[in-house]
């Protein structure tokens, strides 16, 4: 499956559903990646395509049939993480200090310290 065909499955609600949900099992990486670039398609100046490119991502993690299946234990998100990880570097212009403030305000309340 192509990543565009992920976009399908993002929507905000499904986003925060998941990441409520997961956001201990999947572990700090995968979580703090995925609200950088949840922010950062907030923005308004970030433009279609990086949007377009950060929702297959998150659509990525929101879908329950992905390449490595979320349950499985230890080794579920890494694949989550993955692609997380290549949108992060894609659209990095777009990730500023103040998408990775409100995504540490986010980690800091779920987390702790």
Not at 27 to 41: F, M, S, T
Request: charged letters at 20%; one cysteine or more.
């Amino acid at each position: 499956m192509e990543a565009a065909n992920y976009t399908g499955y993002y929507s905000r609600t499904g986003f925060w559903n998941k990441v409520l949900y997961s956001a201990k099992k999947a572990g700090w990486q995968v979580i703090e990646k995925a609200l950088w670039l949840y922010y950062a398609a907030e923005k308004p100046e970030t433009p279609a395509w990086a949007k377009a490119t950060i929702y297959a991502a998150l659509g990525y993690l929101i879908c329950p049939m992905d390449a490595i299946p979320d349950m499985t234990p230890v080794i579920g998100y890494v694949d989550d993480l993955g692609v997380l990880t290549g949108a992060v570097f894609t659209v990095s212009l777009y990730i500023d200090d103040a998408v990775k403030a409100r995504a540490a305000k986010k980690m800091k309340q779920w987390f702790g310290g």
